[in-house]
């Protein structure tokens, strides 16, 4: 252990993560250095999150972890294994800031996102709330929400954006400049040029303070641009790590197969025939006066794919929200074959929605979750033809075996994403919103589930609406597309054609 205390940032040694029969993570040597940003690269379920969860001691308690771990914060060095509950609340947030994946699982839904910046500032700091709102002001514009900062202050999470709420955790995690950050995919949920931004912001503040910045991501093109070293890892094993240059450059199979799963525009367009979904002149306006859609139409043919792109709280998840009536427009009408839908669920319509873990019920294992559906949707299947559905659809979308007994908070963000998908298809639906549905998955897995989901539309002519910010994924399944901004349909920017 004497050579490790000579290190600035995280040294581990002979790490493990496993269950009582299991081997979940091993580490033989790993070292993330002050003022450097280290990626952690991988496909779902490879030990990515476990690793930033056992630094900032929150492993599970149905996990063991062993082995030497040094962490060196400022003034302090501690081993995250051996830690009372005690110490860490003068640790977290103070020295360890994390941003975690899915923000609205980690904002208190009965706070005002206010009230929950200030809650984590007070914490460690001892100032007037005018001085406390100062500092959360400012951090909030260095994440992108100077603009909005007043109306974020007096919101609830869900009221939100997916984007918004990324950028609310990201400013909570970073408040007290800790010296060490953690980030589990923290730009999922925004489009390109907030993504650039906020990461931009972050690993500025990063070199500045001369902090350790550890970087969880399954987003190739960024990583290359900003990481200083990339660590691969695969079924919880170490496959490479080192520099951009080696990594990327040099790669090894596994890494070449990562990049060769990058999307490719679609080639063979669906053309425009008979109409299957109508949506005339929708517009949305909230009591308070919020406009959040303007004269939105589309018209889509039996087995198209529209992609819905645009920045984050521009509308698109509103939009499907109101296809799937969980919101009512203020205007307009929407008819499939003709026919006006109800304005009570269902509609008709599936959506596989932008957060997975909260849209799952975390008593429910994946069985109990696909069983409970298929009894509403099929009552007259046996438990034979039940199990069988079950099995078709969670292998469709490559849902591991393993976690069919599991519950959601036993498996990662990409495995609860492809439950998501699993759940909405077994309802055999004509229509699927995707809202971000690929975001969370790395490319391999993200290429197979886009190849399942273009499968079942040849099948089925299936009609899906793609909602996502990632462009290069939108002219991957789309045979048209829209861009939203402030809840028009506009141009898109020329900026976003060089994507």
Request: charged share 20%.
């Amino acid at each position: 252990m004497q050579s490790l205390a000579v290190l600035m940032g995280i040294t581990i040694d002979n790490f493990v993560i496993q269950t009582s029969n299991a081997e979940l993570l091993r580490l033989p040597h790993w070292n993330a250095k002050a003022g450097k940003i280290h990626s952690i690269i991988g496909e779902s379920g490879s030990g990515k999150s476990l690793l930033l969860k056992t630094i900032m001691g929150l492993l599970p308690a149905s996990l063991k972890a062993k082995g030497d771990i040094l962490v060196k914060a400022a003034d302090m060095e501690f081993n995250p294994l051996n830690c009372s509950q005690d110490k860490w609340l003068s640790i977290r947030g103070k020295e360890i800031g994390m941003i975690f994946q899915e923000p609205l699982s980690a904002l208190n839904p009965q706070m005002r996102c206010g009230s929950q910046l200030e809650e984590a500032w007070f914490v460690h700091q001892k100032s007037t709330k005018a001085e406390s709102k100062q500092a959360i002001f400012h951090r909030l514009g260095q994440v992108g929400l100077k603009d909005i900062a007043d109306r974020v202050w007096g919101s609830y999470p869900h009221q939100l954006s997916g984007g918004q709420r990324q950028r609310v955790m990201i400013a909570m995690s970073t408040l007290h400049n800790p010296p060490i950050i953690l980030a589990d995919e923290p730009t999922t949920a925004l489009d390109y040029f907030s993504r650039k931004t906020v990461l931009e912001d972050l690993i500025k503040l990063v070199k500045d303070l001369g902090s350790t910045l550890i970087w969880v991501s399954h987003e190739l093109d960024v990583v290359q641009e900003y990481a200083d070293t990339i660590t691969v890892l695969r079924k919880g094993e170490l496959i490479d790590s080192g520099s951009v240059q080696h990594v990327i450059h040099e790669p090894h199979p596994y890494v070449a197969e990562l990049l060769k799963a990058l999307p490719l525009p679609k080639v063979d367009l669906i053309p425009d025939g008979e109409p299957q979904l109508e949506v005339k002149d929708i517009g949305k306006v909230y009591p308070n006066k919020t406009r959040a859609l303007q004269g939105i139409n589309i018209n889509l043919t039996k087995g198209q794919t529209l992609g819905i792109v645009g920045t984050s709280g521009s509308g698109k998840s509103t939009l499907a929200k109101i296809l799937v009536a969980l919101e009512r427009p203020t205007e307009g009408t929407i008819s499939i074959n003709g026919v006006p839908i109800s304005e009570v669920p269902p509609t008709g319509i599936q959506m596989v929605f932008q957060d997975p873990f909260s849209s799952l019920n975390r008593r429910h294992t994946a069985i109990q979750a696909m069983d409970e559906i298929l009894r509403v949707r099929f009552p007259s299947l046996n438990n034979s033809e039940r199990e069988s559905k079950m099995h078709r659809w969670l292998e469709g979308v490559d849902f591991p075996g393993h976690l069919w007994n599991k519950r959601p908070t036993e498996m990662s963000g990409g495995q609860r994403q492809r439950l998501c998908i699993a759940k909405a298809l077994c309802t055999e639906p004509d229509m699927l919103i995707l809202d971000e549905a690929v975001a969370a998955l790395d490319p391999i897995v993200q290429q197979q589930v886009l190849e399942t989901l273009e499968k079942l539309q040849h099948e089925n002519g299936l009609v899906y609406l793609f909602i996502t910010h990632d462009l290069q994924v939108a002219k991957h399944v789309s045979d048209k597309w829209i861009y939203l901004d402030k809840g028009r349909v506009s141009e898109l920017p020329k900026e976003w054609m060089n994507i």
